[in-house]
């Protein structure tokens, strides 16, 4: 596909001495206004009221250009228009869409357009702000098949701010519905898709030839966000372009068996041997006489060995990761349940006693190694800023290619993975094996886009991190993905405190 990029350079009139003394010295720095302004800029003239495009309400400049992203042969776009957008300002993607009725059609995706915008309006009609009256002449094409960019947007960041990516190419990624899709039901009308972040509407014309998609379980929904008003309000929604921008995801996001939910990395004191630990929660009863777990930390502070990146992920041992197994007890479904060290206190010495919480193991870590691989340490989970982590299995033979139930970090410093190793991620709110977007493989943490993490809390002692979601069980997927909470601590702190109206929940 032919690519071209239209570099507009405004010209150097000339530099000269300045002569501060004298008032009315031709002498002065200065340069001609570029006939050409940002999208972004046009948008941001609009303020609630209809705005007449001229040399003076745009600045001295007239013209704007950029890539089309609009394609009405399936009939599902608002009619008459044309979108383009552009990143002339501060590299940020904004777009914008032209009323031309008919003559919209004639124009499509990858499109490289200027358009001459003196004697136009700016204006919202049917809560989509646009530009009218522009004859079809004052458009003009310079090239065709050019590559365009559409931004990977959460429902959460679209709802907080409708007006950023209106008119501009979006992606969200692992949309679902609040149900599991019937055989024969699609897209027609407006339908509420979550990604994890929230709901956004996805609006399919009936008489469009869009009308009979499938509604897949997960999806990709690629497209351009427009709103409408509802009250005083605007409510966003996103219109497929073609049958290629619904991609179903057929990547395996099945039910974790346990889910981690928070953990404290450095209970005050002298030390944080043996007084640190995990908290997770059970999606189903588990009985680990029957059907032993694992779980492994890896602590990625300097002062770990072995260095450089962990070529065999979670197994690689020393100071680096540390496994303890579960193997005996049980947990209910949708019950809260601790690993940890020794001593069974809320954040370190001296501090309350919560052996009454569910514990399935706890070791000594500070005297002992670990199952199979981990040396012992003063410390599973670094208070270096570095990444660490937590991983729970399903099984007690942990290698370098066993893909955990479960899996977060906090933080991202380190040496933590290269094209060909790592420590594996599972698919979860947070990570994906496969890039949902690029479908390229991206099995480890850092590889890819899977460099999300939880942040490092600084001071950090004395802080319990809690994970706060919600995990629908009947469509086996995260509907609220979880948010960090930190969680101050104090020595008469009390176990309800961890366990609380703001922790993780399972969704029937």
């Known amino acids: 596909m032919k690519k071209h990029i239209i570099f507009l350079i405004a010209g150097i009139v000339g530099v000269f ?5 004298k ?12 006939s050409y302004i940002g999208i972004y800029d046009v948008r941001t003239i609009f303020k609630g009221e209809p ?3 001229s040399l003076e309400t745009l600045g001295g400049s007239s013209k704007i250009t950029g890539i089309v992203i609009s394609d009405h042969s399936a009939g599902n776009l608002p009619e008459g228009l044309l979108v383009l957008q552009d990143r002339r300002r501060l590299d940020l993607l904004r777009g914008i869409s032209i009323q031309l009725g008919e003559k919209a059609k004639e124009y499509t995706i990858g499109d490289s357009i200027v358009v001459d915008l003196v004697g136009g309006k700016l204006q919202r009609l049917n809560g989509i702000l646009q530009i009218t009256d522009i004859a079809n002449e004052k458009i003009q094409k310079i090239s065709v098949n050019n590559s365009y960019s559409a931004l990977r947007v959460t429902a959460a960041q679209i709802l907080k701010d409708p007006t950023q990516y209106e008119n501009t190419a979006i992606v969200i990624v692992k949309g679902g519905f609040s149900y599991t899709p019937s055989e024969g039901q699609t897209l027609s009308g407006d339908q509420k898709i979550n990604d994890g972040f929230g709901f956004i509407t996805v609006r399919t014309n009936p008489k ?8 897949y379980k997960m999806a990709n929904y690629w497209g351009i966000q427009f709103n409408e008003v509802s009250g005083d309000s605007l409510l966003p929604y996103q219109c497929l372009r073609s049958k290629s921008d619904l991609v179903q995801i057929k990547s395996e996001y099945k039910t974790p068996k346990a889910i981690v939910t928070g953990l404290l990395n450095d209970p005050s004191g002298s030390t944080d041997a043996n007084y640190e630990y995990m908290q997770f929660l059970a999606t189903e009863d588990i009985d680990f006489s029957k059907t032993p777990f694992s779980v492994v930390t890896t602590n990625n502070a300097n002062a770990s060995t072995p260095t450089g990146v962990p070529t065999n992920g979670w197994a690689t041992g020393g100071l680096r990761t540390y496994k303890i197994n579960l193997t005996a007890g049980s947990v209910k479904k949708g019950q809260f349940f601790y690993v940890g060290g020794t001593n069974k206190l809320i954040t370190g010495e001296k501090s309350a006693d919560i052996s009454a919480a569910h514990w399935v193991a706890n070791y000594d870590y500070a005297n002992k190694g670990g199952y199979d691989f981990g040396t012992k340490t003063g410390n599973l989970l670094a208070n270096s800023g570095n990444a660490f982590g937590v991983a729970i299995f399903s099984t007690l033979q942990v290698i370098n290619t066993t893909i955990p139930e479960d899996v977060v970090f906090v933080s991202t410093g380190g040496s933590l993975a290269s094209a060909t190793a790592g420590y ?8 994906d094996i496969v890039n949902p977007v690029n479908l390229t493989n991206q099995p480890f943490y850092r590889n890819g886009d899977n460099t999300k ?4 809390v600084s ?7 809690q994970f706060n979601g919600e995990f629908n069980m009947t469509l086996g997927r995260w509907t609220k993905s979880r948010v960090q909470n930190n969680v101050s601590l104090t020595k008469e702190s009390q176990l309800k405190e961890i366990e609380n109206e703001f922790s993780t929940k399972l969704i029937e």
């Open 17 to 21: 001495f300045f002569n501060s003394c």
């Open 23 to 34: 008032k009315d010295s031709p002498n002065y720095p200065g340069g001609e206004i570029s």
């Open 453 to 456: 993490a939880f942040v490092y």
């Open 51 to 53: 705005v007449n495009l």
């Open 424 to 431: 594996r991620i599972a698919n979860t709110d947070f990570y």
């Open 208 to 215: 469009s030839a869009l009308a009979d998609l499938p509604q």
């Open 459 to 465: 001071p950090s002692a004395d802080t319990f991190i």
